[in-house]
DNA sequence: GATATACGCAACCACAAGGTTGCATATGAT
DNA sequence: ATCATATGCAACCTTGTGGTTGCGTATATC
């Protein structure tokens, strides 16, 4: 028996950046660059995008916004790396509102067998 | 030993979308009364959102766009209803990324013991 | 010290996105 | 037939977002 709450619309405002964050093409490949190769510098990034440096930048800056990267200034260059507790927070969502659903559609099947 | 194959351009490009869709805080908010209540009508998705019944209709285009809901009409009211598969979908990219992200670590760590 | 590399910051621009108002249309209820 | 309900559609507005160019600054490298 599934003990899925309803989510709090509080947790709800929280995950929207989170998805927003990954809902960009580019920021999504700079995501899939870390999660594959591990930590890189902001021009190392530039490499694999088609856009240029400040655009990839601010890319960065806004998954550093939603939590999904940090980074650090080594000598010259920045790096960054993903942060993967962030990106299980986002599973948790997407797990909690699955179970709902399959909570909501025992119900309903138990509603029609009534 | 995860078999964690790199994600093709083409499946990220194809996942930038979905996270774009729950991107939104109406948009997740719906998406969860969905899951929580099952299939609803327009206007009964309306009373829970904080915004006009248009921009509530917007919404649902767009999550229907990204393959999250479906709708059929019934009577003079429209019945939207959440696909689950396509959710798994965004967790599946989840998944994957996570254990390309754990593979990495793995290597570097490798690495540093080399 | 001169030079190349890597980055930070600001201004600016075009367009998509979220939201609204207004009006038309279809369907259920009386 | 009449009236209320539920939706569809279009025009319009405002802001956010992704992108650019230009310039300044710090850090290696020679």
Known sequence: MSSARPLSSARLADAAPLFAALGDPTRLRIVNLL???G???TSNLCGAASVTRQ???K???VLA???LVSSA?????RIWELRAA???KAREYLDRIDAQWDAALERLKAFVED
């Open 65 to 67: 916004d939603a939590g």
């Open 73 to 77: 200034r080594r000598g010259r260059e």
């Open 59 to 61: 890319h960065l800056h």
């Open 86 to 88: 962030r990106l299980d």
């Open 39 to 41: 930590p890189a510098s």
């Open 35 to 37: 999660s594959a190769s």
């Open 55 to 57: 655009a990839v930048t």
